[in-house]
């Protein structure tokens, strides 16, 4: 076991939620140490889809540029590919601040999205291990100490101790462990897996963002940097598994779940087969969950959660990254100069669990109810329906999912730089 190091703050996880809260605090003097286990570049299951909402945020932490350099087209049209129906309608733009000067949204890979936040992170000042794992964290006095395993090629039972009053968990939520603001295994047929993968060669429209909804899951595709299209989607395990069985007695052998997927969306989804017709898979399928939806606390066990382990919206809105940027940057805000005693960590917790609710309860709510919908019986066929015949509720509906919801004291510019 090596000698303790000691930072004002320690991150688990970098990916957009660890990666914001880190280097805010690295950018006011903090000294912070972020621990990622997977090495970077590294893809992940993600549509890569982020708001415009997020442009003033990114701009704050001085990214903005290299953002805009790397991401995809703005998307301006928002659709809805289901059975043979093919609809779509305008994306609302932002109203305020530097995301009303992109107006839109658009998609950058994981890989590189990440990579880019991390590498800023680090330039900032914060220490980064990586990779290595956080294997537990211990209370020691007033502070906290977390162990932490190397992995991959140089993987070791040695741990290093890192130790901080501040613990920030922003380890995402798809995976069980023994960290306290890790959630336990789940495993019922009701579970939604997601998948993930980039085509090139597609032919959807660059600016075009369809929500598509099959038999027992919804998704969606945008295309993102250097021509990848990313097309991204939950599967029920139930529905998965009678995929899996059904082509595997059809083709007469093993059939990985990733192909029970593709196979079943272009079948049951005329936009995707027509998107995909001439395109080429782009390095393998992905897989993670089940996803975890729903509102956790923020502040726990003196641990503080950004990101989906906060809370998670069912990614039929498209929101996660936002809200994992967003909250990153509202705890900082948060922490204030000192939160060194507990006393002030407990009301720091308190008023960044209220921020929190405040501004992503209700996109939280609107996506539960939006993926019901789409999940349940005739749900498919419902919202053809009103969509065939009202276009302008996809519009409604990607402004309720908080698209273009201004993040507080940034689009009206009264938080001073470095508060
Ligand atoms: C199918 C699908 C499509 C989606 N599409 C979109 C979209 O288009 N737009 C959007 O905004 N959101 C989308 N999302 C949601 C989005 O991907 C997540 O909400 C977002 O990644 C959450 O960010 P995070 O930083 O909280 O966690 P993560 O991005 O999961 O990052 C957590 C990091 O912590 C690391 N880690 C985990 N455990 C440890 C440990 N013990 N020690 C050290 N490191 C650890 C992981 O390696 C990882 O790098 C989608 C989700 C799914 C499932």
Not at 240 to 267: F, K, Q
């Amino acid at each position: 076991m090596r000698r303790p190091s000691t930072h004002d703050a320690i991150v688990i996880g970098a990916g957009p939620a660890g990666t914001s809260a880190a280097l805010a605090l690295a950018r006011r003097g903090w000294a912070v140490a972020i621990v990622e286990k997977s090495a970077f570049p590294r893809r992940k299951v993600c549509g890569e889809y982020i708001s415009a909402s997020n442009l003033a945020l990114l701009d704050r932490l001085e990214i903005g540029d290299a953002w805009r350099a790397a991401a995809g087209l703005e998307i301006r049209r928002v659709g809805l590919f289901s059975g043979d129906t093919s609809i779509e309608a305008p994306m609302p733009g932002a109203r305020s601040g530097s995301a009303a000067r992109d107006g839109f949204g658009r998609a950058l890979g994981r890989d590189i999205l990440d990579t880019l936040l991390l590498d800023a992170a680090r330039s900032a000042g914060a220490e980064v291990f990586q990779p290595c794992r956080a294997v537990a964290v211990e209370r020691d006095s007033d502070c906290q100490t977390v162990l932490i395993q190397a992995t991959g090629e140089k993987s070791s039972d040695e741990a290093t101790i890192l130790r901080a009053p501040v613990i920030v968990a922003a380890h995402g939520s798809w995976e069980p462990g023994p960290l306290p603001s890790q959630l336990a295994k789940s495993s019922r047929p009701s579970d939604l897996l997601g998948f993930k993968a980039h085509f090139t060669g597609s032919s959807l429209p660059p600016d075009l963002m369809p929500l598509l909804t099959f038999p027992g899951g919804y998704g969606g595709m945008v295309l993102a940097d250097h021509g990848r299209m990313s097309i991204s989607c939950c599967i029920r395990r139930d529905m998965l598994t009678r995929l899996r069985g059904s082509l595997a007695r059809e083709r007469g052998g093993h059939v990985s779940a990733a192909e029970a997927v593709e196979h079943h969306i272009m079948a049951t989804c005329r936009g995707v087969r027509e998107a995909l017709e001439q395109a080429h898979l782009d390095g393998p399928w992905l897989a993670a969950g089940p996803i975890r939806p729903g509102l956790r606390a923020g502040y726990e066990a003196d641990i503080f959660r950004v990101g989906n382990v906060a809370g998670e919206s069912h990614p039929i809105i498209a929101e996660g990254i936002s809200m994992a940027l967003q909250s990153g940057w509202l705890l900082v805000q948060e922490l204030g100069a000192a939160a060194s005693g507990r006393g002030e960590r407990e009301a720091a917790g308190r008023r960044y669990e209220a921020a929190w609710r405040g501004l992503f309860s209700t996109r939280v709510l609107a996506a539960e109810a939006i993926a019901r919908i789409a999940l349940g019986p005739g749900g498919a066929a419902l919202m053809e329906a009103v969509v065939c015949n009202f276009p302008q509720a996809l519009t409604l509906g990607a402004r309720l999912s908080g698209k273009t919801k201004p993040i507080p004291g940034l689009a009206d510019g009264r938080v001073a730089r470095g508060r």
